[in-house]
């Protein structure tokens, strides 16, 4: 069965730096979503992505936070300036279309550790 | 904003037993989603259930759906050691998914 899938599993930053955090969505998938996972706390909304540009963000998702399909199979997050409020599970996800009755299909996710 | 808050949060039976687990949501959806997270994993989609439905089953899942009440329960019949993990409803429109706080299901072989 096709998945979603993420690197690396763990990155470890410092604090001030620029994470880039790499998504391989599903490859017949149309839309594309970041969510975040802190320890302990719900999973959060980001992001999401369709033909090329951003169609919806959370409050979350400031001038930090960029995503970028570079090319026809990788959907990438950066997050500028780290901070240690960044530390999370980041999760990839994809859905075959913007129906809101598809279920989106999430990668294993990337654990971020900012020191 | 659309959010799921599952109840109760920590479920532990013996196995051949049924879990239930409660979710509740508070503005008006257009369905609600069940997802499951194995310790260390992402998560796996279940079963959703449209708002003009009121129950769902897929294998030994089943949903309903109580949109008078804003609720909905995941059953999961004779459960399977496999079964342990975190289960998490979801709420959302056409983009975003609103997750509750999860249920954590052991499952005791």
């Known amino acids: 069965e096709p998945e979603v899938t993420q690197t690396p599993s763990h990155q470890v930053t410092q604090m001030g730096q620029e994470v880039i955090l790499r998504c391989v969505p599903i490859?017949?998938?149309?839309?594309f979503y970041w969510y975040r996972q802190i320890l302990g706390q719900k999973v959060e909304f980001l992001v999401s992505?369709?033909?090329?540009?951003?169609?919806?963000k959370s409050e979350i998702f400031d001038d930090q936070f960029s995503v970028e399909r570079p090319d026809g199979s990788n959907f990438t997050l950066k997050i500028r300036s780290t901070k240690l409020e960044d530390s999370a599970m980041y999760f990839c996800?994809?859905?075959?279309?913007?129906?809101?009755?598809?279920?989106?299909?999430f990668g294993d996710g990337t654990r971020l550790s900012i020191l | 904003s659309q959010q799921g808050e599952e109840d109760p949060q920590a479920l532990s039976i013996q196995e051949g037993e049924n879990a239930t687990m409660n979710c509740s949501y508070k503005?008006?959806?257009?369905?609600l989603q069940w997802y499951r997270q194995n310790s260390g994993r992402g998560l796996v989609h279940l079963i959703l259930?449209?708002?003009?439905?009121r129950e769902k089953h897929s294998g030994r899942l089943r949903v309903t759906l109580d949109t008078s009440k804003k609720s909905s329960s995941l059953l999961i019949t004779a459960s399977r050691a496999a079964d342990t993990a975190s289960y998490f409803c979801?709420?959302?429109?056409?983009?975003?998914?609103?997750f509750g706080k999860g249920n954590q299901v052991v499952v005791i072989p």
């Open positions: 996800a994809s859905s075959l279309s913007g129906d809101r009755n598809q279920p989106q299909h």
């Open positions: 490859s017949n998938h149309l839309y």
């Open positions: 992505f369709y033909n090329n540009e951003i169609s919806e």
């Open positions: 503005t008006s959806i257009n369905n």
């Open positions: 259930i449209r708002s003009n439905e």
């Open positions: 979801a709420t959302g429109g056409n983009n975003r998914l609103a």
